[in-house]
Every structure is written in C-alpha cells, then in structure tokens.
C-alpha cells in the first residue's frame, strides 16, 4: 500500500474510527486501525467486536492494500504530524510502515491484516432516514438514563421502537426513565420495529454526527444496526432481551401541576446539590401555593433553602428526589418554562418541557424522613 493524503483528513478518518478500537481485549488485532486503499480513497476500520466503525476519506492512491496500525500509537503520531502531505507506504516484507512527511519519517510496525475481523454486511428492507439534527436531540434527551452496570444489559440499552410514521426512544436505569418520540418524514407507515441498542453506540454516533441539514440511515439485521452518513459507517450489536413495560409505570394522571422556569429551577438545584453531595443525596421540594421551597442539608457543613417562584395548580406537597438525577433531566429541558408533576411524596415525579409532550422524563422519589 502506498497513498499520500492530507494531515486533515488523516486525523479525520483515525478520530472517528478509534470510537471502536478495543480498550481491553484478548485479540491484540483489535486494538489497531485496519486502513485498505483503493482508487482514490482509503477506508478505515475499528471495531471491538460489539461496535465497528468505518470511515472514508479520500487520498491519492499510488498503490492499493491493506494494513493494520496499533491504534494508540498511529493516532498520537496523527496529531503530532504537521499540516502537510502525508506518505503512507507499507513494506510487508518488514512488517512495518513508513510515514514520510517534508524531509522526515516515522517507522512503525504492523498488526497482521488476515487476522482483522471483516465488519458484516446488512442487506435489510426495515430501513429508514432521519435528521442527524433531530437524531440528535432526540438520543440526548434519553442517554443520560442509561444505566452502567454491566450485569444487567437490557439498562445500558436504549429501546428503539418504529411504529406508524414514528420513532421513540427509551431509557431506564430503574430508578429514573426518559421517554421521546417523535415524527419520522418519508418513512412508510408499515415499518414496525423494536430493538435494545447499546448506549454506547448511540453516544459515539452522537459524538460524531454534524446535525447540519444531512440525514442519517438506519438499518437492521438480525441481530445488528447500521447507521450510515456520507463517509461513516456504524456496525453496531443489539442486546437482547425484553424491555421493561415502561407505558406500565409512567402515571396516567397527577394531583399537583407545577409550572417553574427552568434556569431557574436548575440553578437553585446545583447550589442545593452541593450540600446534599456531602450528606445523604438528597434535595427536598415543598410546594407552596406560588413558590418552591428547595433545600438540603449536611450535619456536618450546614443547610441551604431557596424559594422559586412557580404557577401551581392542585394540591401543595412535598417530595424528595436524588440530587443527580434531578439535575440531569432539568439540564437537558430546552424550554424556558417546564412541568413538574407529583403525585404524592412516595410516587414518581414526571418533569417535562412546558407545552410539550413528546418528551417526558420520571424520577423515582427518595422517602422523606
């Protein structure tokens, strides 16, 4: 293999791929770059055998191949390349590479390109377009939910479903859910799917979509999801399982309605953060007929309340919500004003943008003492 490209587009492709070059794993193929050249492109390659990743950037090709780069160093020597023309020109005979940029040139060895997993293939008629824009959102507003324990798979995921012209997603951690749907545009109405996506696939995908005007087009296997833009490719794994019932647990109804301003609610949150931090987590919410009371408190450091103004309509009460994962939710409401609605001290508490409901966010309460 031996191409010449530009320092841009090689920081570009070696970035996007590495999203999915294997941390730990007992195949040390996995931990490199596969680059294939062809005419007038090379393809990148990662993939920790959960998630691959592909991406193209164009290059001139003097002559095509293959090779495998450790990831960690091939991506550190990337950056620390000046802005110029690269060489790239592989010796299999040596089992190594040269990298030449001006009067200059860096050696490094290669991992054996027979033993790189080839990334499959989908050929799959449950196919359908979105905005990456609206992807977007869409994936943030729900991801923060997820949770990290890895003896329970199905919480990592995010559930996908495809019903009628549109797509939801959902994500629980069992102590906190996030729910969005939304319409899907020239998407044929008969599409019916439900999968469990990783959190991490939609997270790297997000890390990498532009949001600018271009679409993005997902695709399903029988155990896999695509994702694809111009010049990126997402293989990614679905978990399997059954998704909890979540229409089951979100309330039909509420006793107390409470319209707040959302800076404000968030910023008198964080400052009661910092003590609940230090004590048990915890930040109270007492409604009052026009304010809230929030306030938590450290036995060892002190307390702190603060009143914001709200509209209430129903009944006045009190709740207590871990501190976290009420910021959480607030942070990612882009409304100026939104909807807290209770049921009682004891039952979830539902928090939504004003005027909207494609998006819903419910918090398990923490019992008053």
Known sequence: MKVIVSKDNLLHGVQVVQRAVAAKNPLPVLSGILLKAFEGHIVFSATDLELGIECIIPATVEEQGGVVLPAKYFSEIVRRLPDMSIEIESNKEKNNILIKYGQSEFNLLILPEEDFPVLPMIDSNSVFTIKQEQFKTMIKQVSFATSNDDNRPIFTGILMEISQGNIRLVATDTHRLAYRNDVLENTEESLEKSVIIPGKTLNELNRIMTGEGEDIKIAFGDNQVVFEMPGIKFISRLIEGQFPNYRQVIPQGCKTKIRVKTKDFLESSERASLLAKEGSNVIKLNVEEDYMLISSNSPDIGKIEEQ???????????????????????????????????????????????????????ILPIRIV
């Open 308 to 362: 914001v103004p709200i509209e209430l309509d129903g009944e006045k009460t009190q709740i207590a919500f871990n501190s976290k994962y009420l910021i959480d939710v607030i942070k990612i409401i882009d409304t100026d004003e939104m909807m807290l609605e209770l049921t009682g001290s004891l039952s979830p508490g539902i928090i939504k943008p004003k005027d909207n409901e494609s998006y819903i966010s419910l």
